[in-house]
């Protein structure tokens, strides 16, 4: 087994199910559970796992606790299907937005507007966490199998031939 995956193995057997809690650290800021772990890694001394694959579990943890946070500033339909279209249906007008931002900024000359940007971008991050979340998938996981097929995809880095043979759809 090799150190990541005996990582995981132990994180996952130490805090649980995939949807891991937060904890108030006693200064007043909640930490997600991934950053509980990694810090009794880190204090434990462990050589279990490599400075990159504590903060790649911090990453995960800091999904995972943006995911639950939006998700109780959502008004979610009981109904399954209906939730899941009005989210996919939010994702699209969301992007559409992002879209037209740049549309703008390229095409029509506008000024560059981060501000804007960046809150088009949290509108489109927020949906995104809620439809994941009506497919019963936390952030990280997504952002993880993302990472893995795009690490398969492009091994090496991006390249043209590697766009178009595309070796993880064959």
Known sequence: MSAEALARALFAGTLGARRLGSYEDGAGFYRSEADRFCRAVEDAGLALVTRKELDALRA????????????????????????????????????????????????????????????????????????????????????????????????????SEASITRVDEQ
């Open 60 to 159: 995960a943890g800091l999904l995972d606790d943006y995911q639950r946070h939006a998700l109780r500033t959502a008004a979610l339909a009981e109904d399954l299907g209906f939730r899941r279209t009005i989210l996919g249906l939010g994702v699209a007008g969301e992007a559409g937005e992002v879209a037209d931002l740049v549309k703008k900024e390229v095409g029509h000359g506008h000024p560059e507007d981060r501000d804007r940007m960046r809150a088009e971008l949290g509108d489109v991050l927020w949906y995104v966490a809620a439809l994941a979340d009506a497919y019963g998938l936390a952030l990280s996981e997504v952002a993880a199998h993302n990472t893995a097929k795009l690490t398969r995809r492009y091994g090496a880095g991006f390249s």
